[in-house]
């Protein structure tokens, strides 16, 4: 990538240029056997890599329509990019420098940002680099972040945060309530589909297809990927969706087993809307978020 920054103004680690996205099922492999090699006070290593000229399948882009419920047309969700670059952001994770383990990561948070339409025949520039880390009272949390380019230009950014368990000096916090706004909308969602996800996404983490796998790694049942519940609530929003100029901030609670009946709240205010995802008792949030235009 030619800018040194990134849309927050941070400093761009040097990128490893990459021919095509990784193979997620390699990347798995190198995934369940990459160990912990984490000190406490450490500091991540600025890794990053990029691929460009990056040509979205159209075929694709419609089988992750279909499944989430946008319309199946030319228009790119925001949800889509951060899906696609995701074998960049596991490369990072398998890096030989990257010193925590891959599995076991916790999804915390996802901000979007969409900045300009763009023909989806268009190449892309997609690129992700490491963020930086800081600890919790919970563990270490790290996040990535990804931006896409056409001609030149900045048209997509997005920022995930991760948690990295772990013992730390700092004292436990007690969290704010999630609120419920607005009137809800139940969703059944049923227990195959992180495996539907799964075959779009490229994403094959145990824990997202059977209950056996995920018991594996301490889940009693699967649990849908945090991805999903977002892009899914931005498919039932997807008339309230600017065609550029917002961002969407998602924070992931409780896991969501499989299968499960939700209830999914929503509330338009002026230049924002609020949803969240509750269980079906509206007691243990799964997620809330926020679709915000630019001013």
Not at 17 to 35: D, Q, Y
Not at 165 to 173: E, Y
Request: proline share 6%.
């Amino acid at each position: 990538m030619h800018s040194q920054t990134d849309d927050k103004g941070q400093k761009l680690p040097k990128m490893d240029e990459l021919n095509e996205l990784p193979g997620m099922f390699a990347l798995f492999r190198k995934a369940a056997v990459k160990s912990n090699k984490f000190a406490d006070g450490e500091s991540l290593p600025m890794l990053g890599n990029s691929i460009h000229g990056l040509k979205i399948d159209l075929r694709h882009l419609l089988a992750y329509q279909r499944l989430m419920g946008f319309d199946e047309n030319e228009s790119l969700p925001p949800t889509y990019l951060s899906m696609l670059g995701f074998p960049l952001v596991l490369n990072i994770m398998t890096h030989a420098d990257f010193p925590m383990k891959a599995m076991g990561q916790v999804h915390l948070r996802n901000e979007i940002t969409v900045l300009k339409y763009f023909p989806i025949g268009s190449p892309i520039d997609l690129s992700a680099y490491i963020k930086g880390n800081s600890p919790t009272s919970k563990g270490i949390e790290w996040s990535v972040g990804m931006m896409a380019k056409v001609n030149g230009e900045l048209v997509w950014s997005s920022e995930s945060t991760m948690l990295h368990r772990c013992k730390t000096a700092i004292p436990r916090q007690t969290a704010d309530p999630i609120m419920r706004i607005g009137e809800p909308q139940a969703w059944s969602i049923d227990r195959g589909m992180g495996r539907r996800y799964a075959r779009v996404s490229g994403d094959y983490n145990p824990i997202h297809l059977t209950a056996m796998t995920a018991k594996l790694f301490g889940f009693k049942r699967a649990i849908v990927h945090g991805m999903w519940s977002k892009a899914r609530s931005l498919a039932v929003l997807k008339d309230q969706l600017p065609g550029e100029g917002y961002r969407v901030r998602a924070s992931f609670h409780r896991p969501l087993f499989l299968p499960s009946k939700v209830l999914f709240y929503t509330k338009h205010e002026e230049n924002k809307t609020l949803f969240s995802l509750f269980n079906e008792s509206g007691q243990e949030a799964h997620l809330d978020g926020i679709i915000e235009e630019d001013k």
